[in-house]
């Protein structure tokens, strides 16, 4: 457990790499002929478990810290792909697995062990895939080949594994047609499709990306990728410097594709004042106002956003709730019971969340073994009157492993 204390932040950090970005990129640079440069791919639990994956498929590994040296266009070196916790990984590389003719099992651990996989299912059986699970959650067992065809795609509970196809696709032998119906998180998949043209590939997009055309037998071409700053992550400390203080993040691109990015004008509609200067982010406390936000395409901001919201006066309004269930915990439940224990007025009503902001007296917060939940009771508390304990504190491992680490600096510790 860990103890944050309420107090004033102040100061300048430099965002988590994104995992988000990290993954896509890795698992292009695994398809590659070649050798790929990936910088600034940091160290979050979810990134060392596609490292472990793609070295499985046949991948060759060095790790220099700041970069990683990525040579790919091998074949799988076992039977077992261990996806660790990351929900992406797993959905992603079932569709990459399916490129080989070989029987492969993805495996996952902690909640994503109970995740359903039915997408993966689905879409993979369209191509002729044989897949098997248990009872719709992992382990998934796939035998390929992938040759191309036609599928109509579920992108209503997550956008994973239709990246996972963009990303395998290009490297069958024949033609795709994707027909995506109810696509959520539709800023993650425009990023797939970054990722595929940095590394050379062709995928026709519709503008609202319902379909998509992905020509078959392409190659992959190794490439250098400079991996972007997590706006996931960086979401925590922007709300620190909105609520307590004063903060600087760097590392963020502001015409990023990441779905996240859309904190600033969360921010924004409770009163703050995000403003660049020379590419950093600059936030400072300011009094802050109930507001409405549809956090349908980028529910992993809800964490901190309630921990914003608890600190705006008036009651603020999330859209999206229906997106939280399966994920590392239920969310929803989860914020309600940590957050309202630390004398948070939270309810939800249907796909709505309602935070009425209140003063916190603090106390103790459950992480659910949830990275964001853990962020955001340690936000939380910097405008609480006793601090709050973190149980179950190292989750943030996960996403964000030096979180604590930034905080403390920030708090002057």
């Known amino acids: 457990m860990i103890q944050i204390a309420p107090g004033p932040v102040s100061g300048r950090l430099r965002a988590p790499a994104s995992k988000s970005h990290a993954q896509r990129v890795l698992i292009a640079a695994a398809l590659a002929e070649g050798t790929s440069r990936i910088l600034n791919p940091g160290q979050s639990a979810d990134v060392r478990a596609c490292l472990s994956v793609i ?3 046949g991948a060759q590994v060095e790790d220099r ?3 990683l040296l990525i040579r790919g266009g091998g074949q799988p070196s076992s039977d077992v792909l261990d996806c660790g916790e990351s929900g992406f990984c797993l959905r ?3 569709a990459v697995a399916a490129l080989y003719d070989r029987r492969l099992t993805l495996q996952g651990h902690g909640s994503l062990a109970t995740r359903p996989v039915d997408m993966v299912v689905d879409a993979l059986r369209q191509f002729g895939v044989l897949v098997e699970t248990r009872g719709g959650c992992p382990p998934v067992i796939i035998q390929g080949p992938l040759r191309g065809g036609r599928a109509v795609v579920d992108g209503s509970s997550s956008s994973q594994f239709l990246s996972g196809l963009l990303l395998a696709l290009p490297r069958a032998q024949g033609d795709s047609e994707l027909e995506v119906k109810n696509l959520r998180s539709g800023p993650y998949v425009q990023m797939t499709l970054d ?5 050379g590939l062709r995928a026709e ?3 609202d990306l319902s379909a998509f055309r992905i020509p078959g037998r392409q190659a992959y071409r190794a490439a250098l990728v400079d991996v972007e700053g997590d706006w996931s992550g960086a979401a925590f400390p922007l709300v620190a410097g909105a609520i307590a203080g004063e903060v600087a993040v760097e590392g963020l691109l502001p015409h ?3 779905a996240d990015r859309a904190i600033l004008e969360a921010l924004e509609a409770a009163g703050a004042t995000p403003v660049w200067e020379g590419g950093i982010l600059h936030i400072r406390e300011t009094p802050l106002k109930a507001f409405d936000f549809d956090a349908t395409d980028c529910p992993d901001l809800f964490p901190p956003l309630a ?5 705006c006066a008036g009651t603020t309004r999330i859209l999206g709730v229906e997106r939280l269930k399966h994920k590392e915990s239920d969310r929803a439940t989860a914020l309600l019971k940590e957050l309202g224990a630390l004398g948070g007025k939270l309810e939800v009503q249907g796909n709505t969340m309602l ?6 007296a603090g106390g103790t917060v459950d992480s659910h073994n949830d990275h964001r939940i853990a962020m955001a009771g340690a936000v939380a508390a910097l405008r609480s009157k006793s601090g709050v304990v973190i149980e179950g504190e190292g989750c943030v491992a996960k996403s964000y492993p030096e979180f604590f680490e930034d905080l403390a600096v920030l708090q002057g510790r």
């Open 355 to 360: 935070i009425t902001g209140a003063s916190l």
């Open 256 to 258: 990023s594709a990441q």
């Open 205 to 207: 997009a519709t503008s």
């Open 55 to 57: 070295q499985a498929l």
């Open 92 to 94: 992603s590389t079932s």
């Open 65 to 67: 810290g700041a970069e």
């Open 195 to 199: 990722v595929l043209k940095a590394f």
């Open 307 to 311: 921990a914003l919201a608890c600190h």
